[in-house]
């Protein structure tokens, strides 16, 4: 069975996991769920992901969570090329410089967060990005500091590992929001090394099937009859 990829072009963890999938050059369905709507949290995704959050990995027996969790199982199902380092040391600052990012820089300037601080606190435009500069600052340099010890054309030595998965759409995310990467050359290097590379190309944002207000998708018509899709997919795709 095809792997199908629930996510959304802007989600910074689906992102992540669409780099994997490129590197390693494994074919997938996608599947979006328009976060602007929330589509995330209709019934028939919730059965797919309890949390009601993107992405999601279909493989057939399961649907995987969690991007890290995602990341980790690709590696160990596709081997080649690693995505982790050899050395068991090595592997553990990897996993690290992912985890600063997923687990302390995201969290807090994911979707839900921020529309928090727009509704219940009344944030302006002005003070959101405030608070996602607040947060990625401290993050990034700490993981600057990371890539000047471990890191060559990649966040760690030559070859591209999860970290790198990681890193990508939070620098993308960082400009979005107006956050000044002047002082972090380190992670503006890997970030134009990648921008050269196919597989990060091809799983960049911009360039997704639903960018851009297109609901929809490089389904399979086959796929889109057995899945109980978000209602606003299901309806595009039935056009
Ligand atoms: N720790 C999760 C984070 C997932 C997450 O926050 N996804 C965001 C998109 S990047 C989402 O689905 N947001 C929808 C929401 O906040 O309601 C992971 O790494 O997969």
């Known amino acids: 069975m095809p792997l199908t990829l629930h996510g959304y072009w802007r989600s910074g963890a689906a992102w992540r996991v669409r780099i994997a999938l490129a590197l390693k050059g494994v074919g997938y369905a996608q599947v979006t769920h328009d976060l602007r709507t929330g589509a995330q949290k209709d019934p028939g995704f919730l059965t797919?992901?309890?949390?009601?959050?993107?992405?999601a990995l279909d493989i057939g027996e399961a649907v995987l969570i969690q991007s890290l969790a995602i990341l980790e199982w690709l590696d160990e199902r596709y081997p080649e090329p690693s995505l982790l380092p050899t050395g068991l040391t090595a592997r553990a600052q990897v996993r690290a410089m992912a985890a600063a990012i997923a687990c302390d820089i995201h969290p807090l300037n994911n979707l839900r967060v921020l529309q928090s601080l727009r509704s219940d606190f009344k944030a302006d435009a002005n003070q959101v990005n405030e608070w996602i500069a607040r947060w990625v600052m401290p993050g990034f340099t700490?993981?600057?500091?990371?890539?000047?010890?471990h890191g060559g054309t990649f966040a760690f030595g030559d070859t591209p590992?999860?970290?790198?998965?990681c890193l990508i759409p939070q620098v993308y995310s960082a400009r979005r929001f107006g956050v000044d990467l002047g002082a972090f050359s380190r992670i503006r290097g890997v970030d134009t090394h990648c921008a050269g590379l196919a597989a990060f190309f091809?799983?960049?944002?911009?360039?997704?099937p639903d960018a851009d207000q297109k609901s929809i998708i490089r389904c399979p018509v086959d796929l889109a009859s057995t899945l109980p899709l978000s209602t606003e997919i299901?309806?595009?795709?039935?056009?």
């Open 234 to 239: 299901d309806e595009a795709l039935r056009r």
């Open 48 to 55: 797919r992901s309890p949390q009601g959050l993107v992405p």
């Open 161 to 165: 590992t999860i970290a790198d998965c």
């Open 142 to 149: 700490a993981l600057e500091a990371m890539i000047t010890r």
């Open 202 to 208: 091809q799983a960049q944002a911009d360039g997704q």
